[in-house]
């Protein structure tokens, strides 16, 4: 059975650090590109930040840009995200997605549309004080 747990949510003030982490059981994600999704209360989920397969290739939401930083440990088929500089409206349940459909395959397109993602963890909630 193929797992992504997430972990490293939290309620922070304004201003404050979270390292979010994803890490994959069941199979490898080493070979495809991964990403972060967000959702809040009342709202679709949205793309956060995509990672691709080699770590070389990073995107981001123009939101989180400069200050949330995506990477992955394919030794252990971890992912990360850093997010510094939290701000309220920064608050939401954070997914890790990860797709096994094309190997080597990194475009921007593709892995910012959530229906690419056929593995999805169950979330962490980020709560930022104001």
């Known amino acids: 059975q193929v797992q992504l747990v997430e972990s490293g949510g939290g309620l922070v003030q304004t201003g404050a650090n979270l390292r979010l982490s994803c890490v994959a059981s069941?199979?490898?994600?080493?070979?495809?590109?991964m990403a972060w999704f967000r959702q809040a209360p009342g709202k679709e989920r949205e793309f956060v930040a995509a990672?691709?397969?080699?770590?070389?290739?990073?995107y981001y939401a123009d939101a989180v840009k400069g200050r949330y930083t995506i990477s992955r440990d394919n030794n252990n088929d971890a992912m990360y995200l850093q997010m510094n500089s939290l701000k309220p409206e920064d608050t939401a349940v954070y997914y890790c997605?990860?797709?096994?459909?094309?190997?080597?395959?990194?475009?921007?397109?593709?892995?910012?549309?959530?229906?690419?993602?056929?593995?999805w963890g169950q979330g962490t909630q980020v709560t930022v004080s104001p």
């Open positions: 990672i691709s397969w080699s770590g070389t290739t990073t």
């Open positions: 069941g199979r490898t994600f080493s070979e495809y590109s």
């Open positions: 997605a990860g797709e096994a459909s094309r190997p080597h395959y990194d475009g921007w397109h593709y892995l910012k549309n959530p229906s690419t993602h056929g593995y």
